[in-house]
């Protein structure tokens, strides 16, 4: 501190009293002007997401839908698109139901939209490219993107988005669409040629692919015209594959030391087969894209229920607080029904 000396005597007691005052009484003025300004300064608001926990199945799972039943349209989920498209990939992700809008125009223009649990639609990542949807086990949402021909992982926070793989023996995949990954990092995707037109190059055939989790690609079943939906058996131990187109059908292939062995047809006579979903008692939901409904078999190809829609369906995953939701989706629209058995959220 500088010391400033005066010459007059009186002056320095004087100072030395005020000085003395000052330091015995705290100066509030500076620090309150400071909090004015700071509450001035308008505060950035902070996504709050949270923290991705894996879903597994409750100990009582519940029992499995039976006869014929209709799932209820969300109003509020319709399209606001004026091109024809589809809706693609549906997810549940804390609390809420992603999916997958595209349209039909060149390139098959794609976005990840997020259905909220008050109803209110918003668009999670624009042009996503995206038409199949998945989580891996850190809860980042992975898609067949037919806009680049890659199964890719994206973050939903940054819309960042990382090529997982793109191509088999050289060549691009035709359109990635369905897709699952495996406890241990494996992802099962099937590549019809839906959108093969989305970007150049292609496969010789449609086929469904397996992906290791350090990258390598093998095929799986190269005899299916255009496989669509896949998916996991609850003990992943039985992979689950349909397609097929206008007589369609749905393959099973038992998997041994994390390999699919040969597949065979579990149902025969499924209309324009689509994606599916699982409930923890191990039936499949497969949805029928035509035909307008989802059918439920049993792990040994036995028909359970029928639930019918309004609309041409894709796709199907359980989501809600109980995971006791089943959510549908199709042409621009998503329909729910509540069932009494708990199942998987993609």
């Known amino acids: 501190m500088k010391k400033i000396i005066y010459p007059v005597i009186s002056a320095i007691t004087i100072l030395g009293l005020v000085a003395c005052e000052e330091a015995a009484t705290p100066q509030q003025e500076p620090q309150a002007e400071q909090k004015m300004v700071d509450a001035a300064i308008p505060k950035q608001e902070v996504p709050v997401v949270p923290r991705y926990s894996s879903w597994t199945c409750p100990a009582n799972p519940g029992k499995a839908p039976s006869g014929d039943l209709t799932a209820t349209r969300i109003e509020t989920a319709n399209s606001r698109r004026t091109e024809p498209g589809l809706y693609e990939g ?194 499949i939901y497969v949805t029928e894209h035509t035909a307008q409904r989802v059918r439920v078999f049993t792990p040994a190809g036995e028909h359970l229920a029928t639930i019918s829609v309004d609309a041409n369906i894709t796709n199907a995953a359980f989501g809600g607080a109980a995971g006791k939701t089943l959510y549908l989706t199709g042409a621009g629209a998503v329909w729910s029904i509540d069932l009494d058995v708990a199942g998987f959220p993609y």
């Open 90 to 283: 549906p997810v549940w992700l804390n609390g809420a139901l992603y999916f997958s809008d595209f349209t039909f125009q060149e390139g098959f223009p794609s976005r990840v939209q997020r259905l909220n649990a008050d109803g209110s639609m918003e668009t999670a990542i624009e042009n996503s490219g995206t038409n199949g949807l998945a989580l891996d086990s850190e809860g980042f949402l992975i898609g067949g993107v037919h806009a680049d021909k890659t199964i890719s992982r994206f973050d939903l926070q940054s819309g960042e988005r990382e090529k997982i793989v793109g191509e088999y023996q050289d060549n691009p995949f035709n359109s990635p669409n369905d897709l699952t990954e495996a406890r241990d990092g494996t992802i099962y995707f099937t590549d019809p040629d839906f959108q093969r037109s989305a970007a150049p190059g292609g496969q010789e055939k449609t086929q469904v692919f397996r992906v290791s989790a350090s990258g390598s690609v093998m095929v799986v079943d190269d005899s299916i015209s255009n496989p669509n939906g896949v998916s996991l058996s609850p003990a992943q131990d039985t992979l689950y594959v349909a397609g097929g187109g206008e007589k369609g059908f749905l393959r099973a292939y038992p998997i041994v030391d994390g390999q699919p062995g040969e597949g065979k047809n579990l149902v025969e006579g499924i209309q324009v087969p689509d994606g599916m979903a699982i409930d923890c008692l191990g039936n």
